[in-house]
C-alpha cells in the first residue's frame, strides 16, 4: 500500500520561512454588513457551547486576491476553523429564524436564498462537502479549514480539519492563499502572497513539484491566473510546469473533463492568446490537447503555432464594420469557438483519416476527437471543429479561385449551395472560414520580421473573399428559407408521394431561388424542377 504524506509532512525547507504577514483592508457597506452578521453567527455558536474550541471565520483564496487588487468580485469563500461549512451555515439559519436577529442585520426572511449543500466531488476539484447560499447579493460558500494528505496516484487528498497555515500551504499560489480574517479586521499571509501580488508573480506556496504532483491540475490554474491577472509565473514553476513527470501526472492523474473546464476558462477569460502562449512556450500541448482513445495519438508540430494565435489575436483588434473578425466572428459564443479553433489548428497538419469504427461508423476528423474526447467539448462545439477540418481544402480553394477571378466564383447558385453545405455539416459556416484563415497563416511559416507584412498581405485577401461573398449578398445563405413546402412541390407534381427525390429535387428549388433572388412565385422552381425529374428519380404518378 502506497504511504499517504500530509502537507504538513513537508520538509521544512519548502516552505518559506517568515512571520505571518497581516495588513487592514477596506469593505464596502455590503461586505461590512456580512461580516457583522457572520461575527454574531460565530458568537451565537461560541455562546451555545456545543464545540469547545473559539470560532474563527474567515473570508479566502479569491475574494481577497481580487479586493486587493480592485476587482469587483461577488463570490466569497468563507472558510471556519473548528466546524464544517454546512454546520456553521445551518447554525446561521437556525440564529435568523429569531425576528430580532433579522431586524437589528435589516434583513427580511427572503433576503437569505435557500442553503444548498453541495457534496464533494473530487472529479470536479469539490473534495469536502460545501454548503453555499446567497445573501447581500453575494454568492457565500462555506467550509472548513483543511489540510491534505495525497497519495502518489490520486490527485483526490483525504481531508481532515486543519489550521489556517495548512490551509494556505494545500492552495494552488500564493496570491491565493490570502485570507481575510473577520474578527481582526485584516488580511492574513502565511506564504508571501502580498508580495508577489504586489510583484506581479504567480508563486507556489510549496516546493512547486510537491504542488503539481499533488494535483497537476494547479499547472493549468496557473496558467488561467497569470493570463486572467497578466502576472509572470516565477521562473521555478515555470520549470517544474515543464517537467517530464508534472506532464505525465497530468495526463494521468486528471480527469479530460477537469482539463476542458479549465481550458474553458481560460479562452473564455480576459486573455485568451496568453493562456495558448503559456501552453506553447511550456511544450503542454500535446499534454492538453490529445485523443486519450487512441493508444499513441499523434502529436502535432507547434513550432508555427504562434503563428495562427497571434493572427487571431491580430484579427480581434480590428473593430471596423465589414471587417474579416467582425464578419466572421458575430457573438460572445462564437468568440470562445474561434480560440477553440485556433488551439487546434496544428492537427490540421496530421492526416485526419483515421480507422472505421464498428457498426461502419466512420470517426470524425482527429480534431474533432480531440475536440471530443481531449477537452470534453459538447456535442456544438465538436461538430463546429469536424466541419472546419471536412471544409478548410474547399474554402480555401475558393478563396483562391475568386483572387484568380475564376468563371464559377460569379454562379450564384453553386457558391450559395456550396455554403449552405459547409453550414449543414458541422454549423458556424463563418467560423470555418476563420479556421481556413488561421491555418494558411500558420502554414506560412513566415519569419517573425516579416509576420506584420504577411498578415495584412493574407487579411487583405481573405477581406476580398467575404467583400465578394457580401456583393453576391451570399453571406446568409444558410438562412435562406426554401421558396415552397415538401408538401406543397409534391401536391404541384401532382401528388407524387414523397421519397428519396424529395431532398434533391428541394436542392434544385434551392438553386433556382439563389439563381433568381427576389422572386417570390414558385412557378420557375416547379418547372425547373419537372425538367429535371428524370434526373431526380421522381416517381411518374400516371
Known amino acids: 500500500m502506497k504511504r499517504r504524506r500530509s502537507v504538513s509532512e ?18 464596502t457597506p455590503r461586505e461590512s454588513q456580512l461580516r457583522r452578521l457572520l461575527l454574531d453567527v460565530a458568537c451565537y455558536i461560541d455562546e451555545s457551547k456545543e464545540i469547545k474550541e473559539k470560532l474563527e471565520v474567515r473570508f479566502a483564496g479569491g475574494w481577497v486576491r481580487d479586493k486587493l487588487l480592485n476587482i469587483e468580485s461577488h463570490d466569497i469563500d468563507t472558510a471556519i476553523n473548528a466546524m464544517t461549512g454546512y454546520a456553521f451555515s445551518t447554525k446561521m439559519q437556525e440564529y435568523l429564524k429569531d425576528e430580532d436577529n433579522l431586524k437589528k442585520h435589516s434583513l427580511q426572511a427572503t433576503d437569505i436564498r435557500n442553503l444548498h449543500k453541495i457534496l464533494a466531488n473530487p472529479e470536479k476539484s469539490k473534495h469536502l462537502e460545501t454548503a453555499t447560499t446567497r445573501i447581500f447579493g453575494f454568492d457565500v460558500d462555506f467550509v472548513n479549514l483543511r489540510k491534505e494528505t495525497y497519495s502518489e496516484d490520486s490527485r483526490n487528498p483525504q481531508m481532515e480539519f486543519g ?9 494552488d499560489a500564493t496570491i491565493n492563499a490570502l485570507f481575510y480574517n473577520l474578527h481582526r479586521d485584516q488580511v492574513e499571509d502565511f506564504t508571501g502572497g502580498l508580495e508577489d501580488l504586489k510583484a506581479k508573480l504567480i508563486k507556489t506556496p510549496l516546493d512547486p513539484k510537491t504542488t503539481f504532483m499533488d494535483d497537476p491540475l494547479r499547472v493549468l490554474r496557473l496558467i488561467r491566473f497569470a493570463s486572467r491577472l497578466n502576472f509572470t509565473i516565477d521562473t521555478k514553476s515555470e520549470a517544474y510546469m515543464s517537467d517530464p513527470a508534472v506532464m505525465k501526472a497530468l ?27 503559456f501552453i506553447d512556450s511550456l511544450g503542454l500541448y500535446s499534454t492538453i ?7 499513441e495519438c499523434p502529436s502535432p508540430e507547434t513550432a508555427d503555432w504562434n503563428l495562427a494565435y497571434d493572427c487571431l489575436e491580430n484579427l480581434t483588434s480590428n473593430s471596423t464594420p465589414g471587417c474579416i473578425y467582425q464578419s466572421l466572428v458575430r457573438s460572445e459564443d462564437a468568440k470562445y469557438l474561434a480560440w477553440i479553433l485556433v488551439a487546434l489548428v496544428p492537427f490540421s497538419s496530421v492526416p485526419q483519416t483515421l480507422p472505421v469504427k464498428q457498426k461502419g461508423k466512420p470517426h470524425l476528423p482527429l480534431g474533432g476527437m480531440v475536440a471530443r474526447e481531449g477537452i470534453k467539448a459538447d456535442n456544438k462545439i465538436c461538430n463546429v471543429v469536424s466541419g472546419a477540418f471536412k471544409h478548410v481544402q474547399e474554402i480555401t480553394d475558393l478563396k483562391y479561385a475568386i483572387k484568380a477571378n475564376k468563371p464559377y466564383i460569379s454562379e450564384r447558385d453553386t457558391v450559395g449551395m456550396t455554403i449552405r453545405r459547409w453550414d449543414s455539416q458541422g454549423g458556424h459556416w463563418r467560423l470555418q472560414v476563420l479556421f481556413a484563415l488561421l491555418v494558411e497563416a500558420m502554414n506560412s511559416k513566415c519569419p517573425s520580421k516579416f509576420v506584420r ?3 495584412k498581405e493574407l487579411f487583405g485577401e481573405w477581406q476580398c473573399f467575404i467583400d465578394h461573398l457580401e456583393a453576391m449578398d451570399l453571406m446568409d445563405a444558410p438562412a435562406l428559407k426554401l421558396i415552397l413546402s415538401g408538401t406543397e412541390l409534391s401536391q404541384a407534381l401532382g401528388g407524387v ?8 429535387a428541394l436542392d434544385v428549388c434551392m438553386e433556382w431561388q439563389l439563381r433568381n433572388p427576389g422572386v417570390e412565385d414558385a412557378a420557375g422552381a416547379i418547372e425547373q424542377v419537372k425538367k429535371r425529374s428524370e434526373e431526380l428519380k421522381i416517381p411518374n404518378n400516371n
Open 10 to 27: 513537508e520538509p521544512v525547507q519548502l516552505k518559506r520561512s517568515r512571520e505571518m504577514a497581516t495588513m487592514p483592508i477596506q469593505l
Open 453 to 455: 507584412g504577411y498578415y
Open 163 to 171: 489550521t489556517a497555515e495548512e490551509d494556505a500551504l494545500r492552495r
Open 289 to 295: 490537447f490529445t485523443d486519450p482513445t487512441i493508444q
Open 251 to 277: 495526463k494521468l492523474k486528471i480527469s479530460r473533463e477537469r482539463v476542458g473546464v479549465e481550458l474553458e476558462k481560460m479562452l473564455k477569460g480576459k486573455n485568451p492568446r496568453r493562456s495558448l502562449q
Open 497 to 504: 408521394k414523397p421519397g428519396p427525390w424529395m431532398k434533391p
